[in-house]
T-cell receptor, first 113, second 110 residues
Framework: KAGVTQTPRYLIKTRGQQVTLSCSPI?????VSWYQQTPGQGLQFLFE???????NKGNFPGRFSGRQFSNSRSEMNVSTLELGDSALYLC????????????FGSGTRLTVV | EDQVTQSPEALRLQEGESSSLNCSYT??????LFWYRQDPGKGPEFLFT???AGEEKEKERLKATLTKKESFLHITAPKPEDSATYLC???????????FGTGTSLTVIP
């Protein structure tokens, strides 16, 4: 069965621009979480969606937003990009809101220049 | 505040040299503790879930154990293909958020 698919894999943006990242969860999984991974901070939780509703939100500024569609696919958006937003953005899906663990995608590597 | 600390940050082992990775945590009620393996350029890959103190799980050369304050990932007779970053995460009883440690980077030298 197909895993978690994230697109695009790599992205280069200019400071001040905005970006949208996409995540297709494993078929049947209704819970999707997003994480930012940087060398210094490790994985930092952004937000979690379950059945199109945001259930949890991490401690990130309002420039970071997300949504989930009726088919469970999810997008996250970052507006007014800053150099510090350069990171690997990981999406993870679960059938049970994480109980039993998440399956991660390979991530989107965002570089802000 | 819920948090996870992993040690050591980096570990170099000779092939066949067994060792342990540590994950200590503070959480207001533990729903589960998770171990993941991450290879460069890839997302974390699920290894184990532990739910209660005293529980143990094994997979090939890896064995995970859990106490009330920490978890250990024991690696027995490692091979070069075990080289990766190993991540520990906890999920609290309240809410579904996961808290990750910063990982242990393991290098196994042939």
């Amino acid at each position: 069965k197909a895993g978690v698919t994230q697109t695009p894999r790599y992205l280069i943006k200019t400071r001040g621009q905005q970006v949208t990242l996409s995540c297709s969860p494993i078929s049947g999984h209704r819970s999707v979480s997003w994480y930012q991974q940087t060398p210094g901070q490790g994985l930092q939780f952004l937000f979690e969606y379950f059945s199109e509703t945001q259930r949890n939100k991490g401690n990130f500024p309002g420039r970071f937003s997300g949504r989930q569609f009726s088919n469970s696919r999810s997008e996250m958006n970052v507006s007014t990009l800053e150099l510090g937003d350069s990171a690997l953005y990981l999406c993870a899906s679960s059938s049970t809101q994480g109980f039993g663990g998440y399956t991660f995608g390979s991530g989107t590597r965002l570089t802000v220049v | 505040e819920d948090q996870v600390t992993q040690s050591p940050e980096a570990l170099r082992l000779q092939e066949g040299e067994s060792s342990s990775l540590n994950c200590s945590y503070t959480v207001s009620g533990l729903r589960g503790l998770f171990w993941y393996r991450q290879d460069p350029g890839k997302g974390p890959e699920f290894l184990f879930t532990l739910y209660s103190a005293g529980e143990e799980k094994e997979k090939e050369r890896l064995k995970a154990t859990l106490t009330k304050k920490e978890s250990f990932l024991h690696i027995t007779a490692p091979k070069p293909e075990d080289s990766a970053t190993y991540l520990c995460a906890v999920q609290a009883l309240t809410g579904n958020q996961f808290y990750f440690g910063t990982g242990t980077s393991l290098t196994v030298i042939p």
